[in-house]
């Protein structure tokens, strides 16, 4: 399984802007397949926000296109999710998620809290 965790998130006003990080296993960072960023907001179930692959390709939930921006770092094993235009529908926690060879792994979450 592959070791994630999470950082970045907290609170912000409406219209404002965050970058969320995802450490990732160092040893096999660039292997990694695919790494995304998925949120749960309370009473809702989990849903896709962004995914790179290692090819560099990106998808973005219809929700987020022109505001978010995924990235990835290898030198940092590291993932990023820049967050622009925040809206408190935004709020959620925000995890982050890899595919390594079939396997998908998890981080434990980091909450973003925007506020009108």
């Known amino acids: 399984q592959v070791q994630l965790v999470e950082s970045g998130g907290g609170l912000v006003q409406a219209g404002g802007s965050l970058r969320l990080s995802c450490a990732a296993s160092?040893?096999?960072?660039?292997?990694?397949?695919?790494l995304g960023w998925y949120r749960q907001a309370p009473g809702k179930q989990r849903e896709l926000v962004a995914r790179?692959?290692?090819?560099?390709?990106?998808a973005y939930a219809d929700s987020v296109k022109g505001r978010f921006t995924i990235s990835r770092d290898n030198a940092k094993n590291t993932v990023y999710l820049q967050m622009n235009s925040l809206k408190p529908e935004d709020t959620a926690v925000y995890y982050c998620?890899?595919?390594?060879?079939?396997?998908?792994?998890w981080g434990q979450g980091t909450q973003v809290t925007v506020s009108s």
């Open positions: 790179i692959t290692s090819g560099g390709s990106t």
């Open positions: 998620n890899a595919v390594y060879y079939g396997l998908i792994s």
């Open positions: 160092g040893s096999i960072f660039a292997s990694i397949n695919a």
